[in-house]
């Protein structure tokens, strides 16, 4: 990469290193609090509140602060944008929630943290198809490697492998939403605040979640909470919600969809690391095995033309 840097005057090479430093440690934060978001939702999902019913409460509370946010950003969005805010919405709040609280209260921490790596993989399918992103053998061997770990992961044997095959593929299908949303979402935050684009995608977000969430939020027993299912709740909504989408929809203004999508293979890692801490899972030789074949099908996926330092540069 400082090779590649040198063809630029120092001023643009400072310029670039501090963005990217600046982008990347905002990537690695957000990825910590997704990696022990797996974790801590279990303590309150789905014994105390119901996948559904947490997502309602999470849009409520970040509609909030976004319009709240929004106060101080004067923008429109004009009408020839609004069908791609409506796609954010649907796959990047109701799909990417919904698919992924059902999944997660269905599977263990490490095997949805494991399952969401497959995000990079459909970014780069999805960008190579619109002529964002380019497929070099070195790729096609990541996916490959990839493919084959995310399969054996989700046919591995165990007592409960009724019940964990359904909660991958839901975390897995999440994956797939999330991917969209973020190759959706570039041409908008190129035009609009960060917040404009949060602040409709959740607005129109809580119309599409409601009728699948509103009758699970009415049934919830709040008074049978203890302090950890409230102290669970209260991180699911502040920051695995509000401060994780600031991070990433405000750093996805500064990088290619590729690159933030990358920062997921971090995921398992922390995910791992927080649930064995807390006793929430198990680490087997078998998902070690995977998370190598996984991990390392992203890594090479996450191998970028020559030319993407150019683009960072002229998209700042």
């Known amino acids: 990469m400082f090779n590649k840097l040198k063809k630029f005057p120092v001023y643009q090479r400072n310029r670039i290193l501090k963005q990217d430093l600046k982008s990347h440690g905002l990537l690695l934060l957000s990825t910590l609090i997704a990696g022990a978001n797996y974790t801590i939702s279990k303590f309150a999902t789905p014994e105390y509140i119901a996948p559904s019913a947490i997502i309602l409460l999470r849009i409520i509370a ?3 602060l976004f319009n709240a946010l929004g106060l101080f950003v004067k923008e429109k969005i004009d009408l020839s944008d609004r069908k791609r805010i409506f796609l954010c919405a649907l796959f990047g709040v109701a799909c990417n929630q919904l698919l992924f609280y059902k999944g997660l ?8 943290s494991l399952m969401m790596t497959i995000s990079p993989i459909i970014v780069l399918i999805i960008s190579a198809i619109n002529g ?14 990839g493919t084959v770990g995310t399969g054996a992961l989700l046919l591995s044997g165990t007592d409960q492998f009724h019940e964990l095959f359904i909660g991958d593929i839901l975390v897995l299908l999440n994956a797939v939403s999330w991917a969209l949303f973020l190759v959706i979402a570039k041409p908008l935050l190129a035009k609009y605040h960060f917040i404009t684009v949060s602040k409709w995608m959740f607005n129109l977000g809580f119309f599409i979640v409601f009728p699948f969430s509103i009758n699970s939020f009415w049934e919830t027993q709040w008074q049978n909470f203890d302090t950890t299912a409230y102290l669970s709740v209260g991180f699911i909504i502040i920051f695995a919600t509000y401060i994780s989408y600031i991070l990433n929809v405000g750093v996805l203004k500064k990088v290619n969809p590729s690159v933030a999508g990358s920062y997921i293979y971090l995921q398992p890692v922390f995910a791992a690391v927080i649930a064995l801490i807390l006793d929430k899972d198990e680490l087997t030789p078998e998902k070690i095995a995977y998370s190598i074949l996984i991990l390392a099908g992203v890594f090479f996926i996450n191998k970028q033309p020559h030319k993407k330092i150019r683009d960072q540069l002229y998209s700042n």
Do not use: D, M, Q
């Open 62 to 64: 970040t509609i909030l």
């Open 132 to 145: 964002f992103e380019r497929i070099t053998p070195v790729r096609i061997l990541g996916l490959i490697l």
């Open 105 to 112: 209260s269905l599977t263990s921490p490490i095997n949805a």
